[in-house]
């Protein structure tokens, strides 16, 4: 056993080093060692243990014996009083999930009325076996509901199904596109309580037509009441008991008694998806997709669209330009964008202002506008005040805008419709801003939707996703000429059935409490009003920096002065293209017909009988034919 010994501190570094080398075995210091043994009468330390046995003096053999001494004893002891084993690091007891049995549980069929900000999704629509980039709203709603088992799925199991739960969507929004107004219909859990229900009844049996006949899925060829008896058959059979048994239950209000669906909702979702309202009694027969007559889309932008130019430096248009046409960079021509709009109302083909789809083989591309027109958006958004200084103002009266307040503004292209094709609100508003950067004449509209002057769409660019909202949509009453809404909506804040004025707002309340929808919402906002001010500000600061107390900047002259159009497609900025193409001068893409031939091909169909409502025949190695309808 090594021994341990307490040097002085007189010996110094040097000394203690050749000390310990000595005794490590090299004998050339051994003299030198045994001298310094000697001055500073160093002494070997003794190694004790706990009970002050010093086993430093003890032979090798005597070690040996004591340790295997302590092992015997250490052994008895464990058999006289075994140790339990326990967990050094206890975690917390994991309850496993709650299952609810649906049989145990009555059901009705409802509307639900959501909003989504749609920057962070990939679109609305879930699509299996499909995975994308970024969730889908869908997922995230399916998530919610299956969470708070608010539905229960047939099949599926953890993947998106909506297999038996009677749902419907009104609008598929693309990737990006937000909406506002978005409506499901869904079955969902009740609070009512359970009771033998009639064969008619609309809380238990789900959604009929108008003619007494039943809602088909779209997924099966199973009625909706061959669905709910397959997978609630509580609701068309009751225990025996509670036909001799049943004491009267008490009367059930189905908004005050029901569960709060837009609380249990709102916790459970993403803080940029909200539901707004829910509907307890939809018509008989209510699809969110077929029910809707009309749909309403608001598309944003700012006036100036980009950032403008001072006149001094700004070639394009100057007081002493002759070209009438031009315009100074940013700025957009309202009034010519308006009477553009106008041509989009009325009953027309749209396949050249939408994006064809050749998997829809869809044929028919007539839709009817009922309203369309640039708006000017009531926004508290503070606007950028140096457009107003060093000469950056627009042309006033002649852009649609009051001369004598010309500071930045918010308008939205405002377009209600039956319904709308893939892509083609983007492919309007496009078109209307190479009209309100006077690059297209209004008329372009009109030439866009006469097929037979332009039968295949030119290839120009649609414009961004991210300033699009499905704003609304509307349901009206059955009967009703009136495109006006009319699906009873019981509001946040009126779970109780009150209106909105007698609504008591308490901490706890849905809308207006600190975990209400208002506090999550104002969350969101203030996030990116904060962004929007400090861009803003240092937006303001560049521009005005270096401006005054100098020369006045002249402009360049000569043909090289503008070498590239820019060009606004409702992005962040412009993108610059060269030299102008008009849009009836672009290479086209291919007709309709050819692009459904080309994808017909591709999946191996077979063309049938052509002509509207076409038919494609899908050959099988076994000879057999499929047979698909489209149009």
């Not at 409506?183 to 309580?193: A, M, T």
């Not at 709060?260 to 539901?275: E, G, K, M, S, V």
């Not at 309403?296 to 070639?315: E, G, K, L, N, W």
């Not at 553009?340 to 939408?354: E, I, P």
Request: hydrophobic share 35%.
């Amino acid at each position: 056993m090594q021994k341990r010994y307490h040097l002085p501190r007189e010996l110094g570094r040097t000394g203690a080093f050749y000390y310990r080398h000595t005794k490590a075995g090299f004998g050339i210091f051994s003299a030198h060692a045994r001298r310094l043994e000697h001055t500073y009468a160093i002494r070997p330390s003794p190694v004790m243990n706990e009970a002050g046995t010093d086993y430093s003096a003890w032979s090798q053999p005597d070690l040996i014996q004591r340790v295997t001494d302590l092992e015997k004893q250490l052994k008895e002891l464990t058999a006289r009083h075994p140790i339990k084993a326990c967990n050094p690091s206890p975690t917390k007891r994991r309850h496993p999930a709650k299952v609810l049995d649906p049989s145990k549980y009555s059901t009705r069929f409802i509307a639900l009325k959501l909003a989504y900000l749609g920057q962070k999704y990939n679109g609305f629509e879930h699509h299996a076996n499909n995975k994308t980039p970024l969730p889908t709203v869908e997922e995230e709603l399916w998530k919610a509901l299956k969470k708070a088992h608010l539905i229960f799925p047939t099949t599926g199991g953890n993947e998106v199904s909506w297999d038996g739960c009677d749902y419907s969507k009104c609008g598929r929004t693309d990737r990006g596109v937000n909406a506002f107004g978005q409506v499901i219909g869904i079955r969902v859990r009740s609070n009512r309580p359970l009771f033998v229900p009639s064969t008619n009844d609309a809380l238990s049996i789900g959604p009929k037509y108008e003619d007494g006949g039943s809602l088909k899925l779209e997924s099966a060829e199973a009625t909706v009441e061959e669905t709910a008896a397959e997978s609630f058959p509580h609701l068309l059979e009751a225990p025996e008991h509670h036909d001799t048994q049943r004491k009267p239950s008490p009367v059930f209000d189905p908004i005050a008694d029901e569960l709060p669906y837009t609380t249990i909702l709102n916790r459970l979702l993403p803080p940029d998806i909200r539901i707004l309202a829910w509907c307890p009694n939809p018509p008989p027969g209510f699809s969110a997709r077929f029910s809707c007559k009309e749909r309403r889309y608001r598309y944003f932008f700012t006036q100036p669209a980009f950032s403008p130019v001072p006149a001094q430096i700004d070639s394009h248009k100057t007081a002493s330009t002759t070209d009438e046409r031009a315009l100074r960079d940013g700025w957009l021509d309202i009034d010519a964008m308006r009477e553009a709009a106008r041509h989009f109302v009325g009953l027309h083909d749209f396949q050249n202002l939408c994006k064809v789809d050749g998997s829809k083989q869809l044929t028919n591309f007539r839709r009817r506008v009922f309203h369309a027109d640039i708006e000017e958006f009531d926004s508290s958004i503070s606007p950028v005040e140096y457009v107003n200084g060093l000469g950056c103002d627009g042309d006033g009266d002649r852009l649609g805008q009051n001369p004598q307040s010309s500071v930045t503004k918010v308008y939205t292209f405002t377009v209600h419709g039956s319904s709308f094709l893939w892509h083609q609100v983007r492919c309007m508003v496009a078109i209307l801003f190479l009209v309100g950067q006077r690059l297209e004449d209004p008329s372009i509209v009109r030439q866009l939707l006469d097929i037979k002057q332009c039968p295949a769409r030119p290839r120009y660019e649609m414009a961004s996703d991210a300033p699009l909202v499905l704003w609304d949509c509307i349901f009206p009453k059955a009967g009703q000429d009136e495109r006006v809404d009319g699906l009873e909506w019981v509001y946040i804040g009126q779970e109780a059935g009150t209106s909105e004025n007698d609504t008591v707002h308490t901490g706890k309340d849905a809308k207006w409490g600190s975990g209400g929808v208002i506090h999550g919402l104002w969350a969101v906002w203030r996030s990116r009003k904060m962004d929007e001010m400090l861009a803003g500000a240092l937006l303001q600061l560049v521009a005005l920096q270096g401006g005054r107390g100098r020369a006045p900047i002249t402009r360049r002259t000569g043909a090289s002065s503008r070498t590239s159009q820019k060009l606004f497609n409702g992005g962040d900025g412009p993108r610059r293209v060269g030299s102008y193409t008009p849009v009836m001068e672009l290479a086209r893409f291919d007709q309709v017909e050819v692009i459904n031939e080309k994808f017909a091909k591709r999946k191996g169909w077979e063309s049938g009988e052509g002509g509207r409502g076409r038919q494609w025949k899908m050959a099988t190695q076994d000879g057999d034919r499929q047979i698909l309808h489209h149009g």
